[in-house]
């Protein structure tokens, strides 16, 4: 029972890490809003590969993730509450990690640029960090009774 668990919890995590990468931060930041790249130091041309590579890592985690997840089924009951708040836990986890490592630390990008970044910043951690308190906050809530043991 505690595999499975530790299978849920991977399928989640890694779903919602693959969700802020692919959809969150690549779709919307990078593609529609235009607003930034994976690695803006360098030309457009390197911008751009460094896009490709990350959208094909999340969406790699992201399918894989689901592959992992119907296994889960397939080798019995799932804890949709267990598996919601690894979700949110992998989707907070990847942001607070690129808000805070790729965007201040490494500064690879910001979240947007010829802007007052505090704002930003504050927003794209801000949002991570509830996300990553709610999905712990949901775990624990879901977390399996503890087995009871006979004869002592």
């Known amino acids: 029972m505690a595999d499975q668990d530790r299978r849920t919890l991977l399928a989640g995590a890694l779903l919602g890490a693959g969700v802020a990468a692919s959809v969150v931060d690549l779709a919307v930041f990078h593609l529609l809003l235009h607003w930034h790249h994976f690695y803006d130091l360098s030309t457009t041309g390197v911008a751009l590969f460094s896009d490709g590579l990350f959208h094909a890592f999340g969406w790699f985690v992201t399918v894989g993730s ?27 986890a990847f942001q ?40 712990l906050v949901l775990l624990r809530r879901a977390r399996p009774a503890p087995s009871v043991r006979t004869g002592r």
């Open 66 to 92: 689901l592959f992992l997840l119907a296994d889960v089924r397939r080798r019995g009951p799932v804890s949709w509450g267990r598996w919601s708040g690894a979700l949110l836990v992998g989707l907070g």
């Open 96 to 135: 607070l990690f690129d808000g805070v490592v790729l965007h201040k630390v490494l500064r690879i990008h910001q979240v947007r640029y010829d802007v007052d970044l505090l704002v930003y910043d504050a927003a794209w951690i801000g949002t991570a960090v509830l996300a990553l308190a709610v999905g």
